[in-house]
């Protein structure tokens, strides 16, 4: 199943490449897929491990998984997934923790990228990274009590902590000297709640903060504890708004390699239609805001109405402008109609003609240079030792793109061009979007062209048997989203695990600021009330009586659920 | 006496009446301008006028107290109203006396002045920001304006606006002037705080700047004063560096001064639209060569070209 050009070889390198550097703590070497090797380690060797795989083989970081074994082995289970990009094969390196013992020793000091991944672990499952160079709180609220776990197997999907007061992220002061900007929490440009604090001096942001997942919905949880197999594909369609189907196919894909399900060829050409088509109009709409934030808006209207058509392409083929609801597990629920390859046709081309325009107007725009040259520069080597993936890798000579690494869907006989650039900086980034925005045109176009007749979904005849693994990526616009998934029983994964690619390119994003020159920000911001965006209280005055009353923040937040339910009712 | 100093009187209140209720006219017919190029259909072009009716009508939050303070968008717009009194629109200006220019070039930077101030004033570090931004542009831009005025001032042996347009109109089109007035138009984009030179706003950066906490009336007295601004520099560049053709009756002088005005903000309008916003450092730096660039006018006035 799935396509890979196995290197033996290849294979034969890493196991002994690992065997040599565990000294005797490897407790076994499996190959569970042609292209997916499993070691379990002893944990004292994680970091030899580790080291092996970077130093000596260039693997690229992915994602930790934490699972909660105590039912199956009595032990957490704590799981680093690497990429071989060139090799096209998966390592799994895991290890087992006891209760008794929560701690395992952090990679983080190795793989700056795997910063977050680590802290996610110990907030889901409780297992302490050692060593971990900044072990502050990530995933969890800030009033979520302590010592509760989310992930654990005991603990219930929809326990709701008691409230607390007075909770707030634990942020960094800034150095001596530099005063504060806030970003956020809430910000005309950030679509979603994310809180960046820059510390300035002068006119130099001299390093920043951040506290995001304040939209965590615990998707993972409800995934091994209350769907099944065959509604997840809905639930992690809904993760994203502009890359639902990414999710959605990653899934499938994860489980299909889980359960060892062989999907018909024409519902791999139509995931890779209609994947390409998300990478069309997430691109134009990412170019769009692009402008906006800058102030362009005639950029942000005109690829926004050139995007329209792309709309309703997508829903012409599934009904929905977004979240298809088309794939499920061992292929799709809907089939792409031949009599509307002409429409399709017709759309691509008038998109393309109008997005060549768009990018020579785009290309030329000297005050567009102005804005995008040399801005945000994020070098070739912190870009791997961060492990960014997307355009930001491929802007800064980073040459990875799932399709091509581990070629999955159709993209084996329809393979994409990858598009890279040196500079690194936002202008960069703008071409190789628009560089991979053309190219997609084309693939579509392509997979259209070639697509077999046939049926859309594998009959799945048999249970799907527990623990199996699986790996996914899918090359989303915005970068490659992974998804593990290990089988269980009741019909549902035992551990389901997603990685969005904002995920290690957000990781990126201090460096890319350090030392940017804001000549924008004073020096008079020493003024900053670093209070500023906390809404913790509210004075009002009486106008009558002249008296003041203070409100708290449970008062306010009572007052504002007692408003909306009001709502609710009418 | 009387009779004349009621004349003026009259005239000056015509002149503000106009730079008051013609410039969300013209501003609504930007904004519809903009929308085309945008390919929205727009808002009809008399939005303004219901944008500034609406906010008037809303209440004024105060977030940031203080009388002066809350006086300070009805000083800013005053200025304004001032400065259409000094300025000739269609006919002479009605506050005319020697050495008005000098009256002129510090009237025009009270509106900015104020709107720094309101920045510095409030709490929000936004508004700080937009309020140095406002400070920077303020201090780039001005002598350029300067540099402009004076040039015709140079060539008309005059510090009145009145005998620099005269002059003009007798002695018809010159190298320095041409260029002066080019200077001007370009220093006009950042003073009617249109892209790329609208940074001390800048609503995805810093949230309106100084604006962000004025709201309600203020705020609508705010926005009026900056649409009123726009309008009556396009009328000082129009009347200063291009009074011609000029036909020595009222009603077409001013009907062409219109449609000379109009066309300068559907300029302004243009550059706007097919630019993003740049930062502050790159704008001060692009003000630095015009004003550098500016005073080739002056040379050129100085060997009498």
Known sequence: MGV???????????????AERTNG?????????????????????????????????QARFLISVGTDERPLTGNFAILHLFSLDREQLYVLLESFVSEQDPKIESITEIIPGANWAEREYRDAIGVHPDGHPDPRRLLLADDWPEGMFPLRKDFPYNYQPPPSENARPQMREPPAGASVIPIGPFFPVLEEPADWRLFVEGETIVGCDTRIFYNHRGIEKLGDSVLTYNEIPYLAERICGICGFIHSTCYCQALEKAAGIDVPRRARYIRTIMLELERIHSHLLWLGIAGHIIGFDTVLMQTWRIREPVMWLCEEISGNRKTYGMNTCGGLRRDLPDQIKPRLFETLAEVEKEVIALR???????TLHARTRGVGVLTNEWAKKICAVGPPARASGVAIDARIDHPYAAYDEVPPRIATQEAGD?????????AELLDSIRLVREALSAMPPGPICAEIKEEIPPDRVGVSVVEAPRGEAVHFVQTGGDNRPYRWRVRAPTYPNLQAMPAMVAGANIADVPITLGSLDPCFSCTERLETVDRRTREVRVYSSAELLEMSRKKARGGGVR | MTAGLIKIFLLCLLNAAAALFLSPLFEGIMRKLRA?????????????????????????????????????????????????????????????????LIVVLYVATMSSVLIMLIGFASASPYASIGGSREMMMLLSVEPILAIALVTGAFKAKTLALGGIVDWQVQNGPSISMAIAGVAFFLALQAVAGKLPFDMAEAD??????????????????????????????????????????????????????????????????????????????????????????????????????
């Open chain 1, 4 to 18: 890979n050009t196995m290197d033996q070889a290849a294979v034969t390198r890493v196991k002994e490449a690992i």
């Open chain 1, 426 to 434: 936002t202008w960069a980034r703008v071409l190789v979007r628009v």
């Open chain 1, 360 to 366: 020579n107007a785009v290309i030329g725009d000297t």
């Open chain 2, 204 to 305: 995805q950066e810093i949230m309106g700047g100084s604006l962000v906490e004025q709201s309600g009336p203020r705020l609508a007295l705010l926005r009026w004063a900056m649409w009123a601004k726009q309008l009556v520099f396009a009328f000082l560049l129009v009347e200063v560096f291009f009074p011609w053709p000029h036909f020595g009756t009222y009603l077409a002088d001013l009907l062409a001064t219109t449609v000379k005005v109009l066309v300068v903000l559907v300029l302004v309008m243009v550059i706007d639209v097919v630019n993003p916003r740049l930062r502050i450092d790159q704008a001060m730096g692009y003000f630095m060569r015009v004003g550098v660039s500016s005073l080739a006018a002056l040379a050129f006035a100085v060997i009498g070209k």
């Open chain 2, 36 to 100: 085309g190029i945008h390919s929205r259909i727009g808002p009809p072009i008399t939005q303004p006028y219901w944008d500034l009716l609406k906010l008037l009508g809303k209440e004024d939050l105060g977030s940031t107290g203080g009388a002066v303070y809350a006086a300070m968008p009805a000083i800013t717009l005053g200025s304004v109203l001032l400065l259409a009194a000094l300025v000739p629109m269609g006919g002479p200006a009605p506050l005319a006396f020697a050495g008005d």
């Open chain 1, 25 to 57: 703590a490897l407790l076994s070497a499996t190959q569970p897929h042609a292209d997916t090797l499993r070691f379990v380690i002893d944990k004292t060797a994680m970091r030899a491990a580790v080291l092996a795989l970077v130093d000596k083989l």
